[in-house]
């Protein structure tokens, strides 16, 4: 059973910057495809940005050159880098695991002044 764990939300001035990490547990995390998704308040959720297993992203076209994602196969661990954050970025930021579809519990970002 695979197993992912969030990290680094919390509240943050328009503007800001927040970093959230993923880990996972298992072998197969280095060579799965894996992905941000969020979900604010009474809307569906969506792709916020993914990466391959060898490295290759995208992203919602509302958060390019805003964030970045990033991951670390020796560490089981995949980033999100949030710059410039918005109060419409706000929303909880779930990880998924493309192999098994597997989810994180997800951690709530606030943007707000």
């Known amino acids: 059973q695979v197993q992912l764990v969030e990290s680094g939300g919390g509240l943050v001035q328009p503007g800001g910057s927040l970093r959230l990490s993923c880990v996972g547990s298992?072998?197969?995390?280095?060579?799965?495809?894996m992905g941000w998704y969020r979900q604010a308040p009474g809307k569906q959720r969506e792709l916020v940005a993914a990466?391959?297993?060898?490295?290759?992203?995208n992203y919602l076209d509302s958060v390019k050159g805003r964030f970045t994602i990033s991951r670390d196969n020796a560490k089981n661990t995949v980033y999100l880098q949030m710059n410039g954050l918005k109060p419409e970025d706000t929303a909880v930021y779930y990880c998924?695991?493309?192999?098994?579809?597997?989810w994180g519990q997800g951690t709530q970002v606030t943007v707000s002044s």
């Open positions: 998924h695991m493309a192999i098994g579809g597997y």
């Open positions: 990466i391959t297993s060898a490295g290759s992203s």
């Open positions: 298992g072998s197969i995390f280095s060579i799965s495809a």
